[in-house]
């Protein structure tokens, strides 16, 4: 037991941002589309998520609309795709130092974690400023930012170089 309490304490270890920022970029892009599947499944206008996310940044006057708009899919794609090589920068500084890409599975749970920890950073303090993010609350959101979190840790666990 001591070797692995050892082993992922921290340490001066630089994350390789460039990398963070693929897996975020990627996990951000397969959120999309799980979000994307999970409106059509559901019987939701799937262009509902994008005014949310484009609100961010229009403002919320691009939620009285409905349907497809370029310019508010442009939005929800620019702070969609921001979000998630942020959060990608955040996650690897969490791995890093600890070590905890030591092995792939613990690299992918320490990611679902950190899916859950977002969902709940986003629909329960963001949304008490954005208040309509709280309409996406629920499993598949949920479901959505853990996947996001397994798929940003397995890409960085993936690429990462190693430092020397």
Do not use: C
């Amino acid at each position: 037991m001591k070797p692995l309490l050892q082993s992922h304490r921290w340490v001066a270890r630089e994350p390789d941002w460039t990398v963070a920022a693929i897996a975020g970029f990627g996990a951000g892009g397969i959120l999309m589309l799980l979000e994307l599947a999970f409106a059509v499944a559901m019987g939701v206008d799937p262009w509902r998520p994008p005014r949310l996310i484009a609100a961010m940044l229009l403002g919320d006057g691009v939620l009285q609309g409905v349907g497809y708009s370029l310019p508010v899919l442009v939005a929800a794609l620019v702070v969609h795709y921001l979000l998630g090589i942020f959060f990608g920068f955040v996650l690897a500084a969490l791995v890093a130092p600890f070590h905890l890409d030591s092995s792939l599975a613990l690299v992918l749970v320490v990611g679902a974690l950190f899916g859950v920890v977002l969902y709940l950073f986003n629909f329960y303090v963001i949304a008490s400023v954005l208040s309509w993010f709280d309409e996406l609350r629920g499993w598949t959101t949920l479901l959505g930012h853990v996947v996001f979190g397994i798929v940003a840790a397995g890409i960085y666990r993936q690429l990462e170089r190693p430092t020397g």
